[in-house]
Nanobody, 123 residues
Framework: QVQLVQSGGGMVQAGGSLRLSCAASGRTFSNYAMAWFRQAPGKEREFVSGITLSGGNKSYAEAVKGRFTISRDNAKNTVYLQMNSLKPEETAVYYC????????????????WGQGTQVTVSS
């Protein structure tokens, strides 16, 4: 089992920045690819960003490229999502997720999920 506990998030004005954190416990963190998803009201959960085991490869949804940065610290068992230049349409609940070894864009392929954190971007 892997337990994921999220922190960060909150409310920010358009153009502002937020940083999300996701701390893992349980099994060996470095064996898990990590990802961030988000879900807006009435919409499906969508992939935002993913990072491989060592952090050497990162992937982003087209909508967030150049503004969001994913990183991980395996010594601290934590993955981060730095979000800059936020837009009102990015208001959603953000989730971190873990799956063995390989990043996948499908939320159904992830075994473990954080509790979710609300991000609200006001115009």
């Amino acid at each position: 089992q892997v337990q994921l506990v999220q922190s960060g998030g909150g409310m920010v004005q358009a153009g502002g920045s937020l940083r999300l954190s996701c701390a893992a416990s349980g099994r060996t963190f470095s064996n898990y690819a990590m990802a961030w998803f988000r879900q807006a009201p009435g919409k499906e959960r969508e992939f935002v960003s993913g990072i491989t085991l060592s952090g050497g490869n990162k992937s982003y949804a087209e909508a967030v490229k150049g503004r969001f940065t994913i990183s991980r610290d395996n010594a601290k068992n934590t993955v981060y999502l730095q979000m800059n230049s936020l837009k009102p349409e990015e208001t959603a609940v953000y989730y971190c997720a873990a799956r063995p070894y390989v990043v996948n864009y499908l939320p159904t392929s992830y075994d473990y999920w954080g509790q979710g954190t609300q991000v609200t971007v006001s115009s």
